[in-house]
């Protein structure tokens, strides 16, 4: 079901990873979903970056390792870091966070949350502190968010799953990171289509035109925020949900074409 429809083609697809396109428990929606993107016609393929809250090299290493498609764009770290096709940096992307973000300081003030455990070291990067903070519920993230603005830092803060807590710069965040590709890649935002299953990917379904498409595994808390978002909702889990709203936003293979018929003389 979905709220409206646009019929603008699909130029850029942005998808988060872990329980959207790269299903948790494993299964053939990963086989599914590159054969279903390997039959598109090139002319029609559109851009494709994976937007995860695993670092850049983390995402190419797994995509590898499962066999999804290659990407063209990388968003990684929670929209803290954006790479090529070539595992590069784009230029003028990380110049934008010095301004309020000073991570010693950030993390001296979360390692005094109580409870709170940092995440391993492979999920840390310079523009992201990331922990680990089971159950807590608003009044706890609104009193951390207190804590951090009160010490002058410029900070977006965003728990997802009931577990992940992530600060980032204020301009940080998945939504900022398609954004700003976006503008880069020159894409109009109705020819962007964004997936996902949990809250940290609400910024992307937030973006202005762009279309969206929540799993059917998505997340309470990310339903909860997409009322005024133009999302489809699919029926499918996972890579099939994710198949089954690009197709519904107009992205499809060719129909295939039948056997040729040999002619006699
Ligand atoms: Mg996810």
Same mark, same amino acid.
């Given at each position: 079901m979905t709220r409206r429809r646009s019929s603008a083609a699909v130029r850029l697809f942005v998808s988060d990873l872990d329980g959207t396109v790269l299903p948790l428990a494993g299964g053939d929606g990963v086989r599914r979903f590159a054969a279903w993107w390997d039959s598109l016609t090139p002319a029609t393929r559109p851009l494709l970056c994976y937007n995860s809250g695993r670092l850049c090299g983390d995402v190419r290493a797994v995509v590898r390792a499962v066999g999804l498609p290659a990407p063209d764009y990388v968003i990684g770290g929670v929209g803290t870091s954006l790479t090529d096709a070539a595992g590069h940096q784009l230029p /003028?992307?990380?110049?934008?966070?010095?301004?309020?973000?000073?991570r010693s300081r950030v993390q001296e003030i979360m390692a005094g949350v109580r409870g709170i455990e940092p995440h391993p070291?492979?999920?840390?990067?310079p523009y992201k502190s990331s922990w680990s903070l089971l159950d807590a519920d608003p009044a706890r993230i609104t009193a951390i968010v207190a804590a951090l603005a009160s010490a002058d830092l410029r900070v977006r803060v965003i728990y997802s799953s009931d577990r992940d807590l992530d600060v980032l710069?204020?301009?940080? /965040?998945k939504g900022h990171a398609v954004e700003w590709l976006r503008r880069k890649t020159r894409v109009a935002a109705r020819n962007v289509v964004v997936a996902g299953d949990t809250e940290n990917d609400l910024a992307m379904f937030e973006l202005p035109d762009v279309r969206g498409i929540a799993v059917a595994n998505a997340r309470p808390g990310l339903l909860a925020g997409l009322s005024t978002c133009d999302v489809y909702r699919a029926a499918a889990t996972e890579a099939d949900g994710v198949i089954e709203g690009l197709e519904c936003f107009g992205l499809r293979p060719p129909p295939a074409r039948p056997p040729d018929l040999k002619r006699h003389p």
């Open positions: /003028g992307f990380l110049e934008r966070f010095a301004n309020g973000w000073e070291e492979r999920f840390q990067s710069p204020a301009d940080a /965040g």
